[in-house]
């Protein structure tokens, strides 16, 4: 059974967070498709981030091979995964400081990646890797060089293997005046879309 793994970056909480909408809106027909989701709420488990005191501890055991300890739990889920989706607000140009710990937690060399004489070689499961993502202003056209979340996402993707990267944005949101409920509305149908070709290309 295939499986979706949903990465929650949505810290305004499900209730009330526009990117947790078009998440849905991608999820709904992955489901109807025979997908399992597996939700990583990162606002409820705040991923611990990289630092002095953790990451001597990791890199020994990566260098002795124990990718099985549950240090590397998340990081297992992450390369199984047959999609993944992030879902989260643009944030300062880019996204919560949350979802950047959970990236550094699942990029595990020899896990999610390895070194050839090549140079780096993805290991991970997935083909495909969208990103849900909702802006109160403009981040496209003239101004796309202000968006550096989804050009991050891409760029890891290399890194992991990931053949298939696609932005879904909702945006100019919080525009005086603004058309929210149909801007929201075309990036939903967008998403939906997204997810059915990816269901009927397998």
Request: glycine share 8%.
């Amino acid at each position: 059974m295939k499986r979706v793994l949903f990465v929650n970056g949505c810290i305004r909480g499900k209730a009330v967070s526009r990117s947790y909408q078009l998440a849905q809106a991608f999820l709904a027909p992955m489901e109807e498709a025979g997908f399992v989701v597996e939700e990583v709420d990162l606002g409820a488990m705040c991923p611990q981030y990289l630092h002095y005191g953790n990451f001597a501890a990791r890199e020994e055991k990566i260098a002795a091979g124990q990718l099985d300890d549950a240090m590397f739990d998340l990081a297992r889920q992450f390369v199984s995964a047959d999609v993944i989706l992030f879902a989260a607000p643009f944030w300062e140009y880019s996204f919560p400081a949350v979802v950047k710990a959970y990236i550094e937690q699942v990029s595990v060399c020899g896990l999610a990646f390895h070194y050839t004489p090549q140079g780096v070689e993805g290991l991970c499961r997935a083909k495909a890797l969208v990103f849900c993502t909702t802006r109160g202003g403009f981040a496209s056209g003239q101004d796309a060089e202000l968006e550096q979340g989804g050009r991050y996402l891409k760029a890891m993707c290399h890194m992991y293997g990931i053949d298939q990267m696609t932005m879904v944005a909702a945006e100019g949101l919080d525009i005086e005046g603004a058309p929210v409920e149909t801007r929201m509305e075309k990036a939903k149908a967008e998403a939906k879309e997204t997810a059915k070709a990816l269901c009927r290309n397998g």
